[in-house]
C-alpha cells in the first residue's frame, strides 16, 4: 500500500492518541505531508501540514493541542493529539499535500472521542 496510517483509537475527552503514516518513497520523498480527516456525510477537511524542512501548520481549531512531525528516514508522519475534544471524532488520513502526488487514501485511521 501507498499509504498506512495507524494510531487511532477510542479516547476519554482530555486524552492523547499519536497516529502514524508510513508513505511509499514516491508520495513522500521531498514533499509536504498533511494529515486530514472526515466525519460521515461530511468533505474530508485539512489538518496539518508539514513540509519537506519541517515547518508546519494548523487548522485553527487543533492549534496547541495536535502536532505533526515527519521522520524521513522511515518515511513517516505523526500527528500527536492531545487534549482530545469530541469534535475530533474522524476517519484520519494522511497523504501529500500537492493534490498530483497523493496516493490513494486508503481506510485511514479512526478516532472516537467519547466519555
Known amino acids: 500500500a501507498q499509504l498506512v ?3 487511532g483509537g ?3 475527552p482530555g486524552g492523547s492518541l499519536r497516529l502514524s503514516c508510513l508513505a511509499s518513497e514516491s508520495i513522500y520523498s521531498g514533499n509536504s505531508m498533511g494529515w486530514y480527516r472526515q466525519v460521515p456525510g461530511k468533505v474530508r477537511e485539512w489538518v ?3 513540509t519537506n524542512d519541517g515547518r508546519t501548520n494548523y487548522k485553527e481549531s487543533v492549534k ?3 502536532t505533526i512531525s515527519r521522520d524521513d528516514a522511515k518515511n513517516a508522519v505523526y500527528l500527536q493529539m492531545n487534549n482530545l475534544k469530541p469534535e475530533d471524532t474522524a476517519v484520519y488520513y494522511c497523504n501529500a499535500i500537492r493534490i498530483p502526488l497523493r496516493g490513494s487514501w486508503g481506510p485511514g485511521t479512526q478516532v472516537i ?3
Open 64 to 66: 496547541g493541542r495536535f
Open 10 to 12: 477510542l479516547v476519554q
Open 5 to 7: 496510517t495507524s494510531g
Open 113 to 115: 472521542v467519547s466519555s
Open 48 to 50: 496539518a501540514t508539514i
